[in-house]
């Protein structure tokens, strides 16, 4: 069974960072593409970024280029986002998601707030 489990989210001023964990089990991690979606209530989940199984091939929404930054490290089964420069618009639920399982994690809340 597929498990995602995201966290590292939290309050932070404009301008800060924080970085985005997502530790997946019950799948071959490693030979997936993973991804990182954000939602507002009233919205749709959207795309922030992607990456493909064996690290590279990363694509990004263009409100982060240049400022969030997807990563992986399959020898521990983790997801990352790297997110510097916060602004109040990137506040969202950040969702883990593997497209291949169309499986998602439970998300965590990241608030840009002075």
């Known amino acids: 069974q597929v498990h995602l489990v995201e966290s590292g989210g939290g309050v932070v001023q404009p301008g800060g960072s924080l970085r985005l964990s997502c530790v997946a089990s019950?799948?071959?991690?490693?030979?997936?593409?993973m991804a990182w979606y954000r939602q507002v209530p009233g919205k749709e989940r959207a795309l922030v970024a992607s990456?493909?199984?064996?690290?590279?091939?990363?694509n990004y929404a263009d409100s982060v280029k240049g400022r969030f930054t997807i990563s992986r490290d399959n020898a521990k089964n983790t997801l990352y986002l790297q997110m510097n420069s916060l602004k109040p618009e990137d506040s969202a639920i950040y969702y883990c998601?593997?497209?291949?399982?169309?499986?998602w994690g439970q998300g965590t809340q990241v608030t840009v707030s002075s």
């Open positions: 019950g799948f071959p991690f490693d030979n997936y593409d």
């Open positions: 998601y593997t497209p291949t399982r169309n499986s």
């Open positions: 990456i493909l199984y064996f690290g590279g091939g990363t």
